[in-house]
C-alpha cells in the first residue's frame, strides 16, 4: 500500500509535466514558424491575397468598421478584431454572424461566420456544417483552447472540401467551389 499511495502524486506529476511540455512546444513553434513570412511559398493567388492584404497590415484597410466594434464588444482582442475586420473587407463577404453560448440561424448569401472562443463544442459541430456546405468563410477563435475543439478544428479540415488555414491563434475555413481544398499554417 505504501508503493500505491507514493505513486498517484508521481503519476500527477508526470501528467503535469507532460502538458506544460505539450503547451511550451507548441507556444515556441507558434513564435518561430516563418513558412510563409510575407507570402513566400504560398502558391495561390486566393492565398497570396490574404497573406499580403490582411495578415500583413496592422490597421483596418477599409472604411467599415463594423465587424470589428462587435469583436472587440465581445470581449475579443485588438489584433485579432483588426485581422478579422479586414479579412472581411477583403473576401467581400454579404453578413457576417458572431456564434457564442446560442446557435444561431445562419442566412443565406455569403456569410462570414465566427465561432467567439467560448463557443461549445456542441454548438461548433451544429453550426460547422450549416457554413461549410456553402460558399462562405467560417473562424474558429482560439482553436486550441482545448484538446477536444483542436481535434474539431482537425476534423472539420479533413471533412469539408476547402481551404483552411491555421494561425494557431485562429483557424479560417473558406469554401469556395472554385478554390482547391488545402491546408496552409501560417
Known sequence: TG???CALPILALI???KRQIFRNYFRLRGKIHVRHWRGHGVHSPFMYGIVRNVFMKNRITGSDRSLYQALIKRGVGQK???LLQNLYTHCQMDQY???GNSTY????GRVFCVLLPQTPLDIIATVAPQTLNRPCCLVMLSPYRTTQKWKLARQLCN???CVSV???VIMLYFVD???QPQHYRI
Open 3 to 5: 508503493v500505491q499511495t
Open 15 to 17: 501528467v503535469s509535466i
Open 80 to 82: 485579432t478584431g483588426i
Open 97 to 99: 454572424v458572431l456564434i
Open 105 to 108: 440561424e445562419i442566412p443565406n
Open 159 to 161: 471533412e469539408y472540401p
Open 166 to 168: 491555421d494561425r494557431r
Open 177 to 179: 467551389p472554385k478554390l
